[in-house]
Nanobody, 127 residues
Framework: QHHLMESGGGSVQAGGSLRLSCAAS????????MTWFRQAPGREREGVAS????????YYTESLKSRFSISQDNAKNTLYLQMNSLNPNDTAMYYC????????????????????WGQGTQVTVSS
């Protein structure tokens, strides 16, 4: 059964860094659009960054591109999100999601936009 499991969240002071991991159990015969989302209390879920496993092409929310970096380790079936220069506005639950389709409209959060979701990992940034 396909599943995703995030880890690496925690509490950090402003200016610090964290690396999130998403261990994936997916169909190795297929390529996926794999995306990091985040959701802060009282706010809508938003796309952070995405990668297409077939090509390695990456996509970012423009405002986060200078501080966040998405990558994959195919040998470990793991997705990463490196987050630098964190600030309190980055406090949120971070989720990874996957779908066996292109990354067209990768930020979509409507039902059915992604087939598989992880349970999330909490990131808290204090000032």
């Amino acid at each position: 059964q396909h599943h995703l499991m995030e880890s690496g969240g925690g509490s950090v002071q402003a200016g610090g860094s964290l690396r999130l991991s998403c261990a994936a159990s997916l169909d190795t015969r297929r390529f996926y659009c794999m995306t990091w989302f985040r959701q802060a209390p009282g706010r809508e879920r938003e796309g952070v960054a995405s990668i297409y496993t077939g090509s390695g092409n990456t996509y970012y929310t423009e405002s986060l591109k200078s501080r966040f970096s998405i990558s994959q380790d195919n040998a470990k079936n793991t997705l990463y999100l490196q987050m630098n220069s964190l600030n309190p506005n980055d406090t949120a639950m971070y989720y990874c999601a996957a779908r066996p389709r292109s990354c067209y409209q990768w930020t979509a959060t409507a039902d059915g936009a992604y087939d598989i979701w992880g349970q999330g990992t909490q990131v808290t940034v204090s000032s």
